[in-house]
């Protein structure tokens, strides 16, 4: 039984567009009284439809107040799937304040992050950020931290969410992290 239920509500979020309209088709029809147009000689579905359409028929207030309601609760789940926020490497450029935790020591510094996901200390370039990811549904960036100096092959994988648009916190390997934009 729940298994049917589960089904049935599965198809009718697969077809909320159809049923949505079948709705609107069936308030319309039935806000209309018989008696303001001879929809008795109409037989069909189809011959009442073409007859609304072409009398001019005043319908009830409450009907335009349901429409406007199914309106716009579809389209508002159809902006909530198609119109995510998406964010690229350029969302950390800027200054920030870099401060994490090793051993229960607190160590901070400050850094650049320049276009293009270039990591700066003091003016010199240190770090590339490379494979950049954002999801969306759990506002978390992932990157990795990778040296450019001569001799420096470390890389450092960083899962951070997103606080706000100035904090930033999560981990990096195996200690947590914290990233404040600084003006």
């Not at 579905?45 to 199914?70: E, S």
């Not at 100096?149 to 450092?156: F, V």
Request: some cysteine; hydrophobic content about 40%; charged content about 20%.
């Amino acid at each position: 039984m729940i298994k049917k239920l589960n089904r049935i509500i599965q198809w009718c979020d697969h077809h909320a567009g159809f049923l949505t309209f079948l709705t609107f088709l069936l308030m319309i029809i039935l806000a209309i009284p018989y008696n303001s147009i001879n929809l008795g000689f109409a037989t069909t579905w189809l011959d009442k439809i073409y007859v609304l359409l072409i009398y001019k028929v005043k319908i009830p207030l409450f009907t335009f107040i349901l429409l406007a309601l199914i309106i716009f609760l579809y389209f508002k789940k159809i902006r909530k799937r198609y119109n995510k926020t998406t964010i690229d490497i350029e969302f950390l450029t800027g200054h920030w304040k870099n401060e994490w935790t090793v051993d229960g020591v607190t160590h901070s510094e400050n850094c650049e992050i320049k276009p293009g996901g270039k990591y700066f200390l003091m003016n010199k370039h240190y770090f590339d950020l490379l494979n950049f990811n954002y999801n969306s549904k759990t506002n978390i960036i992932t990157f990795t931290k990778s040296g450019v100096q001569p001799g420096d092959s470390r890389t450092a994988k960083n899962i951070l969410k997103i606080i706000n648009n100035d904090v930033i916190k999560g981990s990096e390997e195996n200690h947590e992290i914290k990233y404040t934009r600084e003006f």
